[in-house]
């Protein structure tokens, strides 16, 4: 070894960890080196999450051995990690939304006056501190619950931070983020880098890791797979070593051909949960065999909009025509009736449920229909198998059998359910609201061919999400939505930069 | 004179507000006591159980060793160790925390009229003489201020320890390090155990304190408000308190304002006499404002995000 070889923060060798059924990790060799950015990538199941939470102390490996700083150490639980310089940020995050930034940070580590009461004054003045420090600015007295998702995660960083942390480990930091919140998360981790923090960024998102590491570990189950150079590799590298195969990153489709106007919104308005305007009069007409993409910062009506659209939530006024028929007014089952299909953007609450069996939720919504059912009474269950058998066959989804519950299959299989369920219920619109969020490489493949097959057989789709790239490349055409409002309909090849400008309220509309 | 300007003029006799308090005490006792429990993460219907057993055992105890204080301390440890049981079963085995408390509340029903029949014999315990019950305690000067003194300075020994718990209570919760961590197991568990926070041990010692708190209340009413024991004597008085911790939001002080609400519906029922209404009515008081309170007067309220919920340590 070279004098001049960058120290290892972290050495993990020979991790082996099984859980009954599955071999998480195996043998798996981990080298972090101090003051990089050092991604692990991996499709959902690859055992990256399982590796993190061996090295923060979440879960014991059967076998193997970590060395920190080159000093081999045993990390028996969370407050080894701790004591160790290592921090994480959870991808789910762990805050407590009633409590002040200032209390979530300081908890557990609280700074404490005469016989224990919580000193708010000093806890300020260490956020103050660490703000001063690291230049991540917070306000300690805000309630959590109030603050934007990206200033949430702020505030994981910092009670990280204060906790003392050399070495960060970031589970899917950007799941939840918009893309200016990402923008400003690099800034932050290319920051903590220069103050001479390390950085472990696990991701599946393969343009954030090539922006954002310096080396890249690609697991896949349960091994590793390869070891990159971020800048001596490319993203179809990355993702044939993810998925064990080549994989088609960008979505092969022919021009479409859009027929008849068969779905119209005219000044459609409505509001959020909280009772404020959410959408502030929303006008586009709906093709046969085209893809409308609504693109924007989530937040910006998105939901509200295919809500309406689904008639899960009411509108407060203007028109939603289905061919020449007023819809405005459906609610789930009639709008389901006529001929509109729904993928929900919240999976797991509303377009599963998850104790049903596959077979069952693959007929959901149609349980009334003569060929699911006697008089509305009886189900019929022979028919019912021979569906669930169809569709698990038609759409790849990877169960062991029908019967199994829904909860049980991975995410990209419960979004192929919902998938097959939708899409062959033969409509002549589907709305699709984030179709592929959380799904892994392999399942997001699928999806997107399937979605572009059912815009050749003529349906009408409106795509909503909030991956720009996913828009950009199935849309026909793309409406960009912001505050409410739909702020211009742009070609399906416009520019990156044109629409993130008008995502965020600036641009002009096309005349 | 009509039932009205009855109750009008009860209103406004100070003797009526002295029995208010006292009765807001028996309440407000186990209602704090939920209040912890639940801000812990622990659901808590088993404080009628847990007063029960203290105000039996309060009994007992000072029938055999002819002194209130101790007897007010054996009660405590009863009630504790009842609460102990719920939370063996709800922690540790995470069985449903609603069906446990159910279960204590009917044992400690049984167990009670078992213990009668086994040691004396007999339906009821029979009379602690009045020497060695909970006394009375006026405060001087004070309790000359007029209306006022009669009201809040000539009560029982218990209903100040209860005032002084109350303030106590608060400020722990609200204002200390341990009340940050008890109320962060009960919102987020994951997120206290990741911050190095002992999640079991939290949720033990605050359901204990409930059973602590519970058992002073049924040493209160066996042995301070009334001197006997006389089967299933807590009348719902449990379920009252629960009502009042979910009225006040789970917080003491909103506790304790539900608690003088139902108080002073079972002050108005002991003062049935000398209203022309049937006591029969007067009686379903406390229990009809229970409903009406429950049904909404306050709307909704948010219980601790993770109450009810056992942890499992390492857990998404």
Not at chain 1, 160 to 168: E, H, T
Not at chain 1, 410 to 436: C, D, F, H, W
Request: proline letters at 4%; hydrophobic letters at 45%.
């Amino acid at each position: 070894m070279s004098a001049t070889a960058p120290a290892n923060a972290v050495e993990m060798r020979g991790i082996t960890k099984a859980f009954p059924g599955v071999v998480a990790n195996n043998k798996v060799d981990f080298t972090v080196r101090a003051g990089e950015i050092h991604a692990l990538v991996g499709e959902n199941g690859a055992g990256k999450t399982t590796l993190m939470n061996v090295l923060y102390g979440l879960v014991h490996m059967d076998e193997g051995e970590i060395l920190i700083d080159g000093k081999p150490v045993h990390i028996g639980g969370p407050r080894d990690a701790i004591g160790k310089g290592i921090g994480m940020v959870h991808q789910h995050f762990m805050l407590i939304p009633v409590f002040t930034v200032g209390e979530n940070v300081m908890l557990g580590r609280e700074p404490v006056t005469g016989p224990g009461f919580y000193n708010r004054v000093r806890a300020r003045e260490e956020i103050a501190e660490l703000t001063r420090k690291y230049g991540l600015a917070l306000d300690p007295d805000a309630r959590m619950a109030d603050l934007p998702v990206g200033l949430q995660q702020r505030a994981e960083i910092v009670k990280v931070l204060y906790r003392g942390a050399n070495i960060l480990i970031l589970d899917e930091p950007t799941g939840v983020l918009t893309p200016q919140e990402s923008k400003e998360l690099f800034g932050v981790l290319r920051d903590l880098v220069k103050t001479g923090k390390t950085i472990i960024f696990i991701s599946h998102k393969l343009r954030e890791v090539l922006e954002i590491s310096d080396r890249i570990t690609v697991m896949r189950r349960g091994n590793v797979v390869g070891h990159l150079v971020t800048k001596d590799t490319n993203e179809q590298e990355i993702a044939t070593q993810m998925v064990g195969r080549a994989v088609l990153l960008r979505v092969d489709k022919k021009p479409a051909k859009p027929g008849p106007v068969t779905f119209k919104v005219e000044d459609l308005t409505a509001s959020s949960d909280r009772g404020v305007p959410a959408l502030k009069g929303v006008s586009f007409e709906l093709r046969q065999g085209e893809i409308l993409g609504i693109a924007g910062v989530e937040g910006n009506g998105q939901s509200e909009l295919v809500e309406v659209l689904a008639g899960t939530r009411r509108a407060t006024g203007g028109r939603v025509l289905l061919g020449d028929k007023n819809v405005t007014t459906f609610d789930a089952r009639t709008e389901r009736d006529a001929g509109i299909a729904f993928i929900p953007e919240d999976r797991r609450g509303a377009g599963l449920v998850l104790s049903y069996s596959v077979a069952d939720n693959l007929i959901l919504g149609r349980q009334r229909t003569p060929a699911f059912a006697w008089r509305e009474l009886v189900l019929r269950l022979v028919a019912i198998r021979d569906w669930a058998r169809r569709l698990v066959k038609e759409f790849d989804i990877r169960t062991p059998s029908i019967e199994t519950a829904a909860r049980n299959l991975s995410g990209g299989n419960q979004q192929k359910i919902i998938v097959a369920r939708e899409m062959a219920s033969r409509p002549r619109v589907l709305l699709a609201a984030q179709p592929t969020r959380g799904v892994d490489i392999g399942a997001i493949e699928f999806i997107h061919r399937r979605i572009v097959a059912e815009r050749d057989e003529g349906t009408a789709i409106l795509l909503v999400s909030a991956e720009l790239d996913e828009v950009r490349s199935l849309s026909d055409r793309i409406a960009v939505i912001y505050e409410g409002k739909i702020v211009s309909i742009e070609p399906g090849d416009a520019p990156e930069e044109r629409l993130g400008l008008l995502m965020t309220g600036g641009g002009s509309a096309r005349g | 004179m009509s039932v009205v300007s009855e109750i009008l003029h009860l209103l406004v006799t100070a003797s009526l507000w002295n029995q208010v308090l006292a009765a807001a005490v028996l309440l407000l006792l186990p209602a704090l006591g939920g209040v912890i429990s639940e801000r812990s993460g622990v659901v808590n219907i088993a404080m009628e159980g847990m007063m029960l057993t203290g105000a039996f055992f309060a009994v007992v105890a000072d029938l055999g060793l002819h002194n209130p204080w101790l007897a007010t301390l054996v009660a405590m440890a009863a009630g504790g160790l009842m609460a102990l049981i719920h939370a063996v079963v709800s922690i540790r085995f995470r069985a449903d925390q609603i069906v446990s408390g159910i279960a204590i509340n009917i044992f400690a029903a049984g167990l009670t009229v078992f213990l009668v029949n086994r040691i004396y014999g007999i339906q009821d315990v029979g009379h602690a003489s009045y020497s060695e019950l909970l006394p009375s305690l006026n405060i001087p000067v004070l309790e000359q201020i007029p209306f006022i003194g009669h009201v809040f300075f000539q009560q029982n020994v218990i209903v100040y320890v209860a005032l002084v718990l109350l303030v106590l209570v608060h400020v722990v919760l609200f204002r200390t390090r341990l009340g940050l961590r008890i109320r962060a197991v009960g919102e987020h568990p994951q997120a206290a155990d990741t911050a190095g926070i002992n999640v079991y041990a939290i949720r033990y010692g605050a359901v204990i304190t409930s059973g602590l708190l519970s058992g002073l209340a049924g040493a209160f009413l066996a042995i301070g408000v009334s001197n006997t024991f006389v089967p299933n004597m807590t009348d719902g008085r449990g379920y009252i308190a629960l009502a009042a911790m979910i009225f006040g939001k789970w917080t003491p002080f909103g506790a304790f304002v539900a608690c003088l609400i139902f108080g002073l519906g079972e002050a108005i029922y002991a003062n049935n006499s000398i209203i022309h209404v049937s006591p029969y009515l007067l009686s379903m008081l406390p229990y009809l404002l229970t409903l009406i309170v429950l049904a909404g007067v306050v709307g909704r309220s948010n219980p601790p995000a993770a109450d009810g919920i056992p942890y499992v340590a390492g857990s998404e």
